[in-house]
Structures are given as C-alpha cells and as structure tokens.
C-alpha cells in the first residue's frame, strides 16, 4: 500500500484541474447555443482560484462569477482578460474600484441601479453590468414588476446592463413546480428588454431542458465534481481525492469504547484505524458516527465522535489497514454528495469547507 508521502502532514487533498476543464467543456456542450461561464466564489469552491481560475480560462471560459469584491481582485490578477462579475452587487461607494479594476457589478436593487448609471454619467462613460431580477428568491435582485417596469427607461442604457440574471430556488428539484414559473418570469423579462442577453442557470438548471438555458450558463458547483443531478447518477468527472494516513491500528475488546464521550462501544471485538485528520482539516463532525472512508477499497464506518485532529475508523473488514497506510475520504466513488450526507449538509459546504491544513496538490490528469 503507497504511504502519503508527506510526514509532515496528515492528509494529502489532490484536486485534478483536467477534471474541471472537462466538467467546463461538459456543461457547456449541455446548450449549444449558449456561453459558459463559471462561478468561481468562495476561491473556487474551496478547490483554490488561483489553480482552478486558468485552467478554466484554458479550457476557453472567458466568463467568471465571485461573491465578493475582495474575490473580483483575485480574480483580476490572475485573468487580465475575462469578463468578471460580482454576484453579491454593488456596495455603497465601492462603484470606483470595481470600474479601476474593469469589474462588472450585478445589480441587485434600484438604489444600486441607480448608483452605478450614475457613477457611468460622471465618467462619461459606459461601463457594463447585469441586472439581478428576483423570480423567487427574495434574497437580491429587482422584482419581476420594477424589472417590467424599468424596461425602455434609459436608465438601462445609463447603467451599461449587459446581462439579465436571475436565480432558480430549486433547480436540483427537478419536477419543483416553482422551476416552470420562474422560466416563464424570466422569458417575459427577456422579452421586455429584447438585445440584451440573459443567464439563468446554474449548475443543476442546465439539466432543466432548453428553456433553461439562455444565453450564458452559470455553474458552479459541477465544475468541481458535485453532482448537479441528483435525481439521477452523477454525470461529472471527480475532481477531489482526499486522503488521511493511518497513524495507529488496534484492537478493542467487547465493551471498551472509542472517542470523546466513549459515544461508541464496541458489541464484538474490534480492529480501529486512527487517521491523522480530523474537523480542524475541514472535515465536518457532524459526520460523528455517520461517515465512512475506504481502505483498500473496504467501506469502513467512522466510529465515534470526530475529534479535532484525528478520525477513528472501524478497519475490522479492511486487513490492509496498517500504520503508515492510507484512507480515502473523498475518491474512488465516495464523493462529495455523500459526505455532505453524512454530516446533514451538502456537498457545497464540504467543497467550500475543505481546509488549509492537507497538503494540496493539482494534477492535471489520470494521475489523481
Ligand atoms: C453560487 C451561484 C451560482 C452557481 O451555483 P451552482 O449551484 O454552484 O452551480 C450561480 N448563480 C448564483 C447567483 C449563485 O449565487
């Protein structure tokens, strides 16, 4: 069995950059009429902007989304080229460094509207955004009746709109009736504001069929390997291979117990692995006696509650187990959905959890 290699640490995190490039070009080829582009907020869904960032732009997206200002900058340094957009809008007087910086704000509100066409007349001239329409989410954005209503107002033109957004609330329901009503919301919109394009779709609205797609895709989550099907079998390609080393292997007899709390005890006697990663690595505890990892292909539970440092695994089934060995957390088809289940959570905040303690490696390729 291949040790880890890296003493130093307890856990190695490989993301494989090929694996988003192809999950780019795969989404992409989901609507042929339409752009990619891809959201790249909370640094690359944890997998680390300033990889993943060009290996987008090489696999040809020139667009990209972040929450944040702080997110754009980074972003900026890295792609002197792309259209980048701020998902969050424009905060009051940051309007200067986002132009400075040739970033594009999605506006979320009419007072930010308003800010930005006005900040354009000043300079005396245009600079581009997107207009942020609310089909449900009541979370940003104008709503569908000031949208209709700002339509063929030159404070459109003023305000350099490029784009109209919107944002499905439940797009991995796939038969949620709320999908179809904000399709129909969002085509009268593109309607009332014919010559400027629209994105709709996020990861799992580019699998709602045609009418979801629009003209420029907005995933973020398939990119780095989450499932953006759920009611179907992942059609994406791993992009995470976590692995934890195995500091210690033994024995327990009926009775004894294991972790904080002694909240396992063991029926039968029992053969543990101690793995040298625990919740301060990003591994969530709420995965405490829920979670599994594989050794050597075996599915072996995670006994106990997580400590901070360190996970226990119940190895009695996996004979490879040995000190100096190694666990998959995430890999060999247990992904990212699944841990996300196993703590009561989604595979987004695993990915946006992943921590900086492992050492990270980017492979582009089959050697993940
Ligand atoms: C995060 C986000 C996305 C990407 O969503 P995924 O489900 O990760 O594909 C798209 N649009 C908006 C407005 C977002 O906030």
Not at 86 to 114: C, F, K, M, S, Y
Not at 153 to 168: C, K, N, Q, Y
Not at 283 to 289: F, I, L
């Amino acid at each position: 069995m291949d040790a880890i290699h890296e003493p130093t640490h307890g856990a190695r995190l490989t993301i494989d950059l090929a694996a988003v490039a192809e999950n780019w070009r795969r989404l992409a080829a989901e609507a042929p009429g339409g752009r990619c582009a891809a959201v790249v907020k909370a640094d690359g869904y944890g997998c680390g902007l300033a990889h993943v960032a060009p290996a987008l732009w090489s696999a040809g997206c020139r667009t990209f989304f972040v929450a944040h200002l702080s997110e754009a900058l980074a972003a900026r340094a890295i792609l002197p080229d792309a259209v980048i957009y701020i998902l969050n809008g424009l905060l009051p007087g940051l309007g200067p460094t986002l132009i400075a910086h040739d970033l594009r704000p999605v506006l979320g509100g009419q007072d930010e509207l308003a800010e930005w066409a006005h900040l354009s007349d000043t300079a005396g001239q245009r600079h581009p955004a997107a207009l942020h329409v609310d089909t449900g989410m009541n979370r940003l954005g104008v709503s569908v009746a000031e949208a209709l209503a700002l339509a063929g107002d030159p404070i459109v033109e003023r305000a350099g709109i490029a784009l109209l957004m919107t944002h499905l609330v439940s797009a991995e329901l796939s038969g949620d009736p709320v999908n179809a009503r904000q399709m129909a919301d969002f085509a009268r919109i593109r309607s009332a504001y014919p010559g400027i394009p629209g994105s709709f779709a996020n990861s799992s609205g580019i699998f709602l069929g045609p009418d979801a797609h629009h003209d420029l895709l907005r995933p973020g989550y398939a990119l780095f390997g989450g499932n953006p099907t759920p009611w179907k079998p992942n059609p994406m390609r791993p992009v995470l291979r976590l692995e934890a080393e195995i500091a210690q292997v033994r024995e327990v007899a009926a009775g004894e117990t294991c972790g904080y709390n002694g909240r396992w005890r063991a029926a039968e006697p029992r053969r543990l692995a101690t793995l040298s990663m625990g919740y301060a690595d990003g591994y969530p505890r709420a995965a405490s006696g829920r979670g599994a990892a594989l050794v050597g292909g075996v599915r072996c539970p995670i006994l106990g509650l997580i400590s901070m440092d360190l996970i226990i695994l119940d190895v009695t089934d996996a004979p490879e187990a040995a000190r100096g060995g190694r666990a998959t957390l995430i890999g060999d088809g247990l992904d990212v959905d699944t841990v996300g289940r196993a703590a009561g959570t989604i595979g987004y905040e695993i990915l946006t959890g992943l921590g900086s303690r492992y050492v990270r490696h980017y492979v582009t390729g089959h050697d993940a």
